[in-house]
Protein backbone atom coordinates (compact mmCIF):
# COMPACT_ATOMS: atom_id res chain seq x y z
CA UNK A 1 0.00 0.00 0.00
CA UNK A 2 1.12 3.79 -0.74
CA UNK A 3 0.14 6.35 0.99
CA UNK A 4 0.89 10.06 -0.76
CA UNK A 5 0.25 13.64 1.15
CA UNK A 6 0.10 16.78 -0.62
CA UNK A 7 1.02 20.05 0.87
CA UNK A 8 1.71 23.61 -0.07
CA UNK A 9 -1.63 24.60 -1.22
CA UNK A 10 -3.06 28.06 -0.46
CA UNK A 11 -4.48 31.55 -1.48
CA UNK A 12 -2.42 33.36 -4.21
CA UNK A 13 -2.51 36.42 -6.08
CA UNK A 14 -2.71 35.95 -9.86
CA UNK A 15 0.54 36.07 -11.00
CA UNK A 16 1.74 34.80 -8.12
CA UNK A 17 3.68 31.14 -7.31
CA UNK A 18 3.04 28.03 -5.39
CA UNK A 19 5.01 24.82 -4.34
CA UNK A 20 3.27 21.72 -4.32
CA UNK A 21 4.74 19.10 -2.27
CA UNK A 22 3.62 14.93 -1.90
CA UNK A 23 5.21 12.95 0.44
CA UNK A 24 5.20 9.04 -0.70
CA UNK A 25 5.38 6.72 2.07
CA UNK A 26 4.46 2.91 2.46
CA UNK A 27 5.19 0.54 -0.43
CA UNK A 28 6.72 3.20 -2.53
CA UNK A 29 9.17 0.77 -4.74
CA UNK A 30 6.02 -0.01 -6.22
CA UNK A 31 5.60 3.85 -7.69
CA UNK A 32 6.43 4.28 -11.20
CA UNK A 33 4.76 7.26 -12.73
CA UNK A 34 3.72 10.20 -10.53
CA UNK A 35 1.63 12.48 -11.36
CA UNK A 36 -0.50 16.26 -10.24
CA UNK A 37 -4.29 16.19 -11.24
CA UNK A 38 -6.71 18.91 -10.51
CA UNK A 39 -10.38 19.44 -10.07
CA UNK A 40 -12.51 22.52 -9.96
CA UNK A 41 -15.81 22.64 -9.10
CA UNK A 42 -18.18 21.14 -11.69
CA UNK A 43 -15.64 19.81 -13.46
CA UNK A 44 -13.80 16.71 -14.32
CA UNK A 45 -10.62 15.94 -12.79
CA UNK A 46 -7.59 16.71 -15.27
CA UNK A 47 -4.17 16.09 -15.60
CA UNK A 48 -1.99 18.92 -14.96
CA UNK A 49 1.91 17.03 -15.28
CA UNK A 50 3.73 13.65 -14.67
CA UNK A 51 6.79 12.40 -14.40
CA UNK A 52 8.21 9.17 -14.55
CA UNK A 53 10.56 7.30 -12.25
CA UNK A 54 13.66 7.70 -14.39
CA UNK A 55 12.66 12.02 -15.12
CA UNK A 56 10.48 12.18 -18.28
CA UNK A 57 7.57 14.23 -18.16
CA UNK A 58 4.75 15.72 -19.60
CA UNK A 59 2.39 18.72 -19.33
CA UNK A 60 -0.91 19.45 -19.95
CA UNK A 61 -1.44 22.44 -22.85
CA UNK A 62 -2.66 25.01 -20.12
CA UNK A 63 0.48 25.06 -17.87
CA UNK A 64 3.44 24.53 -20.27
CA UNK A 65 5.75 27.34 -19.55
CA UNK A 66 4.55 27.64 -16.44
CA UNK A 67 4.47 25.02 -14.06
CA UNK A 68 7.19 22.12 -13.33
CA UNK A 69 6.86 19.06 -12.14
CA UNK A 70 10.10 17.38 -10.39
CA UNK A 71 10.81 14.18 -8.48
CA UNK A 72 13.58 13.16 -5.90
CA UNK A 73 13.58 9.77 -5.51
CA UNK A 74 15.88 9.69 -2.25
CA UNK A 75 13.41 11.57 -0.54
CA UNK A 76 10.04 10.28 -1.70
CA UNK A 77 9.08 13.05 -2.43
CA UNK A 78 7.69 15.01 -6.20
CA UNK A 79 6.99 18.75 -6.31
CA UNK A 80 4.95 21.27 -8.62
CA UNK A 81 6.29 24.61 -9.03
CA UNK A 82 3.61 26.64 -9.95
CA UNK A 83 4.47 30.23 -11.37
CA UNK A 84 2.45 33.12 -13.42
CA UNK A 85 -0.81 31.47 -12.00
CA UNK A 86 -4.15 32.65 -13.09
CA UNK A 87 -7.46 32.32 -11.81
CA UNK A 88 -8.14 29.34 -13.93
CA UNK A 89 -6.02 27.43 -12.19
CA UNK A 90 -8.06 27.24 -9.11
CA UNK A 91 -8.93 23.88 -7.86
CA UNK A 92 -7.99 20.86 -5.82
CA UNK A 93 -4.81 19.49 -6.51
CA UNK A 94 -4.39 15.60 -5.98
CA UNK A 95 -1.15 13.92 -6.57
CA UNK A 96 -1.28 10.50 -7.85
CA UNK A 97 0.95 7.24 -7.71
CA UNK A 98 0.98 4.67 -10.27
CA UNK A 99 2.65 0.92 -9.77
CA UNK A 100 4.22 -0.82 -12.62
CA UNK A 101 1.07 -2.83 -12.56
CA UNK A 102 -1.42 0.30 -13.09
CA UNK A 103 -2.64 0.34 -9.99
CA UNK A 104 -3.03 4.16 -9.13
CA UNK A 105 -3.19 5.64 -5.69
CA UNK A 106 -4.15 9.14 -4.90
CA UNK A 107 -3.38 11.42 -2.03
CA UNK A 108 -6.50 13.38 -0.20
CA UNK A 109 -5.96 16.59 -2.38
CA UNK A 110 -4.65 20.11 -1.65
CA UNK A 111 -6.98 23.54 -2.47
CA UNK A 112 -5.13 26.24 -5.07
CA UNK A 113 -7.29 29.52 -5.22
CA UNK A 114 -5.83 32.25 -7.45
CA UNK A 115 -7.92 35.41 -6.45
CA UNK A 116 -7.00 38.96 -6.01
Known amino acids: QVQLVESGGGLVQPGGSLRLSCAASGSIFRINTMGWYRQAPGKQRELVAAITRGGSTNYADSVKGRFTISRDNAKNTMYLQMNSLKPEDTAVYYC??????????WGQGTQVTVSS
Open 96 to 105: SGDSFTGLRN
